[in-house]
T-cell receptor, first 113, second 112 residues
């Protein structure tokens, strides 16, 4: 089975721009979660989607948003980029969420200049 | 709310030596516990998990971890470390609310 895929792997943007990251879960997995990883804050939960519905959300500003499509693929969007948004954004998938094990993709490295 | 503490930011061991990485969690009910490993520039790879049952769990790459409810701990161990084990290790707790809460990680350096 193919693993979680994330595109693009690397992105460079400037302050004020917006960015969209994509995640394709493992085949058959319906839950997709997003995490932000930075040296200072570590790994922080952004949000989780299941059947196109957001079931949980972390403590991030409204500039961070996401969505899930009927094929379980997910995107996250960050608007009005700030320097502090530079991070590795990790996507994880699981069969149903809740207590399931989450399997992570390789991440998208976002650099904001 | 759940939380995880990994007391050791950086550990250095010699190749062939034993390893123990510490993890303490805070959660009122029975937690779901995980250890993940991350190589530079990579995503997280699952090493092992504890949901219930036997408190000593075996994982991939020769790792094991022991759940101790009385100490709120889930320490990761390996009897003999290989140079390829050098990476960052993350302990995580799940509370059935669709998210994982991670510790800050322990960076492992392996000396030849």
């Amino acid at each position: 089975k193919a693993g979680v895929t994330q595109t693009p792997r690397y992105l460079i943007k400037t302050r004020g721009q917006q960015v969209t990251l994509s995640c394709s879960p493992i085949s058959g997995h319906r839950s997709v979660s997003w995490y932000q990883q930075t040296p200072g804050q570590g790994l922080q939960f952004l949000f989780e989607y299941f059947s196109e519905t957001q079931r949980n959300k972390g403590n991030f500003p409204g500039r961070f948003s996401g969505r899930q499509f009927s094929n379980s693929r997910s995107e996250m969007n960050v608007s009005t980029l700030e320097l502090g948004d530079s991070a590795l954004y990790l996507c994880a998938s699981s069969p149903e969420g809740s207590t399931d094990t989450q399997y992570f993709g390789p991440g998208t490295r976002l650099t904001v200049l | 709310a759940q939380s995880v503490t990994q007391p050791d930011i950086h550990i250095t061991v010699s190749e062939g030596a034993s390893l123990e990485l510490r993890c303490n969690y805070s959660y009122g009910a029975t937690p779901y516990l995980f250890w993940y490993v991350q190589s530079p520039g990579q995503g997280l790879q699952l090493l092992l998990k504890y949901f219930s049952g036997d408190t000593l769990v075996q994982g991939i790459k020769g790792f094991e971890a022991e759940f101790k409810r009385s100490q709120s701990s889930f320490n990761l161990r390996k009897p003999s470390v290989h140079w390829s084990d050098a990476a960052e290790y993350f302990c995580a707790v799940g509370a059935g609310n669709y998210k994982l809460t991670f510790g800050k990680g322990t960076l492992l350096t392996v000396n030849p």
